[in-house]
C-alpha cells in the first residue's frame, strides 16, 4: 500500500511530456446496451428458489422433530408396556406362585425318585406313591409380589364393563403424559394404526390350550 | 522523505494495533467456541432450565439360569396443579365433548388407585386453601406403570406424573438373604446389592436441549454432555427353584423341630458354586419388615458356630495325610476320657469300652477316640491343616460382613482347646467356611475358591470380575478317597442310621453328623444343641455338598433333628441335576476289630 501511494508523480513534479497528446473521439454510447430483463429475472428467480428451498428444507427437519418427538414418546410408552408385562412374567413365574398353583392342581412331589439303570434294566430304588402330605402349598416362602395372585382354580370373576376412560386409552401418549405434543396431534401421528389401541386386562392369563408335551431326559 | 518515512510509520502502527485488536478477538473466540464451549453451553441450558439427566439404570441381579432375583423399575408419583383442578375440564370421548369436574375426576382416580375419592380431592382443597394459585398437591405415590397407564388414559390435564427408579425382588425371599436389598434413598445395604454394587450400579449422563414455544425439542439441539453407563447384570450361581425347596422344606421342618432358624446349602464339588443357601426365617426383601431383623443377613456367611462333629473329618484328613494314622487305624475308645487335669472329654452317650477303628470313631462320632488321635499330631502342624482348610479366614466369596470365624494359634490353646478342636468344639467356624472345607476333601483334596457369583455380564456381552477358580492342593487324592470311603459308613451304622431310610438307593453318599454345643454367653454352654448333617454324593464321582444345619431344636435335640431334610435335600438335588446313580461298589472300611 505504501508503496502504490509512492508511486504517484507529485503534480509538481510532472514533466512536460516529449510526445504529442493522442485525441481520439469517445464513441457513442449505445442505447441498447442497457442490462436485460432477462437476467434480471433469473437473479431473483434464483434468489427465490434458494429462499424457498431453504424454507422447505427447514419444515421438512422440524417435521422431523415432531415426527421423532411422535416416536419417542411411542418408544417410551412400549418401553413402560413391556415393564409392566415383564414384571407380571417375572411375579407369575416364581417359584411361589408356580407351586402354590401346581399344588392346587393336585400336583405332588415325590421325594423319593426311583431310576431305570439302561445298561442292566436294574431298577434304584423302591417306588413309592407320593403323597399330599410330602408335597408343598408353595405358601411357606413369602413373596409380596405373589400374594395377591390368584390361583389358577379361583373362580373367575367377571371383568367390569370398561369405563369411557379405558376406552379412550391411546397407546401412543405425550412422554410426560397430560398433553400428547400438540404437533404430534397433527397428523404426524401415523405410526400409531388403529390397532394399537391398548386393551386393558389384568391378572393371569388362563391356559387355554393342550398342555405342552415334558421333553424326558 | 521525512513526511514518507512517518507516513508509513503511522501506516504500520495502525496496522499492528488492528492485527492486535483481531488477535485478541480470534483467541476469544477459540475460548469461547472451543475451550469452554461446554462449559458455557451446560450454563446456557441451565439458565434455560433444559437440562435433562439420562438415568443410568441399576443392573439386574439374576440366577445362573437367567432367572431375576433383582431389578429395577420405575415407579410412578402422581401430582395434580390444584389451580387447575378447580374448573372442570373438556374431554373429548368418541366425538362428543363432557365436561369433566374436579368430584368426577376424583372418583375415576380412586376408582384406580384404590383409594378414597376423598383422598384425591382433600390435598387438592387443602393446597387450594392455603393458596388459590397453589400448584402442588401430592395425589399418590409409588404407583406401577400399569396404574400408570390407566391414570393418563384419564387424560386429566391437571394430572402429572414423576417417575423415579425401584427394586423389586419377583422371587420375593427366595434367595432374599443372599440377594440383600436398598434402603429408601436407593443405596445398597445388605448381601449382593451391597457386596456387587460396583458391578450393579448404573451412572447417571446428562444432556442438554432446546425447546420451542410447543414444548417440540428443536431439531439438532440436543447435545449429551455425558453419556449414561447401565449397570453390569450380576450373574450368581444361584438355583432358583433348588433354593426355593430348600427354603420351603426348612419353613416346613424348623418349626416343626421347636428350632430358631435353619439353614441348607448346596456347593457343586468339582467347581465350588454355591447353588443354594437357604435360611429360615428369610427375608423377603419386597417386604423386610415380615422377618425380624436378626435374619435379615446371609447367616451362612455372617453367623458363626462352634461346628461340632462335622469339624471331625478335617482332623481324621490331618492325620492320614500325614501319615499318622488309616482308615482301619484301632483304637481303645472309652467313653470318658481325662488324659490330664483339668481335661474332660466324654462321647455323646455312655457306652463300654470298644475297639474302634478311625472308621468306627467318625461312624460312632466318638469325641475321645478323635481327642486320642487328633492329639498325637503335633499342635502347629494340625493347626497348619486347619488353616490352609480355610478355617479362621473368610472364604474366596467375600460375602459383605462375612466373618471369619475363631481359631486361636496353639500357643494360645489351654490344654482342653487343645483336645477340643480335634472334634470341632473351642472354636467358630461359619457354615460357609465348613463348605469350603468339605468342598475340598470331596474334590480329591483341591480346595476350589468357593464363589457365589459367575461374574458381571456388561452390556456388550463381557464377563467381568469372574472369580478366580484356581485350585490348591491341600491333601492327597488317597487321603481325600479315604475320608468320603469312612463317611459313608455314617448313614448306614451311625447314630442316624437309627431313623428309617436315611440311605438313598443307587447312590453311594458320605456324610458326617455334628452336634455341636454353643456357648451361652456366661462362660457355659447352652442345653439345646446346634446338629447338622453335611454330605457329598456319589462318592465314587463327587458331584455335590450337601449342609443342613438346624440351630437349637427342641423336639428332638441330637443329630437325627437334621437327618430326614438331609436326605430330601440331597435326593432332591441329585434328582434336579441328574446325576448319574453310583456304579463302583462301596468303600467298606470295618468300624470295629
Known amino acids: 500500500m505504501s508503496q502504490a501511494t509512492a508511486s504517484v508523480p507529485w503534480p509538481g513534479r510532472n514533466r512536460p511530456s516529449d510526445t504529442t497528446p493522442h485525441l481520439e473521439a469517445v464513441p457513442r454510447v449505445s442505447r441498447h446496451a442497457r442490462p436485460r430483463l432477462f437476467y434480471a429475472a433469473i437473479a431473483v428467480l434464483t434468489v427465490m428458489v434458494v429462499v424457498v428451498t431453504q424454507l422447505l428444507l427447514s419444515i421438512g427437519v422440524s417435521q422431523g422433530a415432531y415426527r421423532i418427538e411422535s416416536l419417542q414418546s411411542r418408544k417410551g410408552e412400549l418401553a413402560r408396556a413391556y415393564q409392566a408385562v415383564s414384571e407380571d412374567v417375572d411375579a407369575l413365574s416364581s417359584p411361589q406362585n408356580l407351586a402354590a398353583n401346581a399344588a392346587a392342581l393336585g400336583m405332588v412331589n415325590n421325594g423319593t425318585p426311583v431310576y431305570l439303570r439302561l445298561s442292566d434294566g436294574k431298577i434304584i430304588g423302591s417306588p413309592a406313591p407320593a403323597t399330599a402330605a410330602a408335597g408343598s402349598t408353595g405358601q411357606l416362602v413369602g413373596n409380596a409380589l405373589t400374594q395377591d395372585i390368584p390361583l389358577v382354580t379361583a373362580p373367575k370373576t367377571t371383568k367390569q364393563a370398561r369405563t369411557p376412560a379405558d376406552q379412550g386409552a391411546q397407546a401412543s401418549r405425550g412422554a410426560t403424559g397430560t398433553e400428547p405434543a400438540a404437533g404430534a396431534a397433527g397428523g404426524t401421528d401415523s405410526g400409531t394404526p388403529g390397532a394399537n389401541r391398548q386393551k386393558t386386562n389384568d391378572g393371569p392369563v388362563p391356559w387355554t390350550g393342550a398342555l405342552p408335551a415334558p421333553s424326558t431326559h | ?593
Open chain 2, 1 to 593: 522523505m521525512t513526511t514518507a518515512r512517518s507516513h508509513r510509520r503511522r501506516t504500520a502502527v495502525a496496522i499492528a494495533i488492528v492485527l492486535v485488536i483481531v488477535a485478541v478477538f480470534v483467541v476469544r473466540l477459540v475460548d469461547v467456541q472451543v475451550v469452554h464451549a461446554n462449559a458455557l453451553d451446560r450454563q446456557a441450558a441451565e439458565r434455560r432450565g433444559n437440562v435433562a439427566t439420562i438415568e443410568g439404570t441399576r443392573g439386574s441381579i439374576v440366577a445362573a439360569d437367567g432367572t431375576v432375583l433383582a431389578r429395577s423399575v420405575l415407579r410412578y408419583d402422581f401430582v395434580a396443579t390444584p389451580k387447575f383442578a378447580k374448573k372442570p375440564f373438556d374431554r373429548s370421548v368418541h366425538g362428543t365433548t363432557q365436561k369433566v369436574s374436579l368430584t368426577d375426576a376424583a372418583e375415576e382416580i380412586a376408582a384406580i388407585t384404590g383409594q378414597k375419592p376423598s383422598e384425591v380431592t382433600d390435598p387438592i382443597r387443602d393446597a387450594l386453601a392455603k393458596n388459590k394459585d397453589a400448584m402442588y398437591a401430592p395425589i399418590v405415590q409409588n404407583v406401577d406403570v400399569s396404574t400408570y397407564r390407566k391414570l393418563m388414559a384419564l387424560k386429566i390435564p391437571w394430572l402429572d406424573a414423576t417417575s423415579h427408579q425401584t427394586r423389586v425382588y419377583p422371587n420375593g425371599a427366595v434367595a432374599g438373604n443372599i440377594i440383600g436389598f436398598l434402603n429408601g434413598s436407593a443405596q445398597p445395604q445388605a448381601g449382593l446389592e451391597k457386596g456387587a454394587d460396583k458391578c450393579l450400579a448404573g451412572h447417571n449422563g446428562e444432556q442438554t436441549y432446546q425447546v420451542g414455544a410447543d414444548g417440540v425439542t428443536i431439531p439438532g439441539s440436543t447435545k449429551v454432555q455425558k453419556p449414561a453407563k447401565e449397570g453390569g447384570e450380576l450373574v450368581t450361581t444361584l438355583d432358583p427353584d433348588l433354593q426355593w425347596f430348600a427354603q420351603d422344606e426348612l419353613a416346613k421342618v424348623v418349626p416343626q423341630l421347636g428350632a430358631q432358624f435353619g439353614m441348607v446349602s448346596v456347593v457343586s464339588v468339582k467347581d465350588a458354586k454355591i447353588r443354594v443357601a437357604a435360611q429360615y426365617p428369610s427375608p423377603d426383601p419386597n417386604d423386610l419388615d415380615a422377618t425380624p431383623v436378626e435374619y435379615w443377613r446371609a447367616m451362612t456367611f455372617q453367623n458363626q458356630y462352634e461346628p461340632g462333629s462335622i469339624f471331625k473329618p478335617l482332623t481324621a484328613a490331618a492325620l492320614i495325610d500325614a501319615g499318622k494314622a488309616s482308615p482301619t487305624s484301632h483304637l481303645v475308645v472309652p467313653d470318658t476320657l481325662t488324659p490330664q487335669k483339668g481335661v474332660f472329654v466324654s462321647d455323646n452317650e455312655s457306652h463300654p469300652v470298644q475297639n474302634l477303628t478311625l472308621t468306627g470313631v467318625l461312624t460312632e462320632s466318638s469325641n475321645v477316640g478323635m481327642s486320642e488321635l487328633g492329639t498325637s499330631m503335633d499342635d502347629d502342624a494340625r493347626y497348619d491343616f486347619m488353616k490352609r482348610f480355610g478355617i479362621g479366614s473368610k472364604t474366596a466369596v467375600d460375602f459383605p460382613g462375612e466373618l471369619s470365624g475363631q481359631l486361636a494359634k496353639p500357643s494360645s490353646w489351654d490344654a482342653q482347646t487343645r483336645y477340643a478342636t480335634t472334634f470341632g468344639q473351642g472354636l467358630t467356624t461359619t457354615p460357609a467356611q465348613m463348605l469350603s472345607a468339605y468342598q475340598t476333601i470331596a474334590n480329591g483334596g483341591v480346595k476350589v475358591p468357593l464363589s457365589l457369583v459367575e461374574g458381571c455380564r456388561q452390556a456388550d456381552g463381557t464377563m467381568t470380575d469372574v472369580p478366580s477358580k484356581k485350585g490348591t492342593r491341600v491333601i492327597s487324592t488317597t487321603t481325600s478317597q479315604q475320608i468320603l470311603g469312612m463317611l459313608e459308613n455314617v448313614l448306614k451304622g451311625g447314630p442316624i442310621s437309627t431313623l428309617p431310610n436315611t440311605e438313598i438307593p443307587g447312590y453311594l453318599v458320605a456324610a458326617k453328623t455334628g452336634t455341636a454345643q454353643e456357648p451361652d454367653g456366661y462362660g457355659g454352654y447352652l442345653k439345646s444343641y446346634y446338629v447338622s448333617v453335611m454330605g457329598v454324593a456319589p462318592v465314587d464321582d463327587p458331584q455335590y455338598l450337601v449342609s443342613v444345619n438346624i440351630g437349637f431344636p427342641t423336639t428332638i435335640t441330637s443329630s437325627l433333628a437334621a437327618g430326614p431334610l438331609f436326605k430330601t435335600m440331597m435326593s432332591q438335588v441329585l434328582k434336579a441335576f441328574r446325576v448319574q446313580p453310583s456304579t463302583a461298589p462301596p468303600a467298606d472300611y470295618p468300624d470295629t476289630y
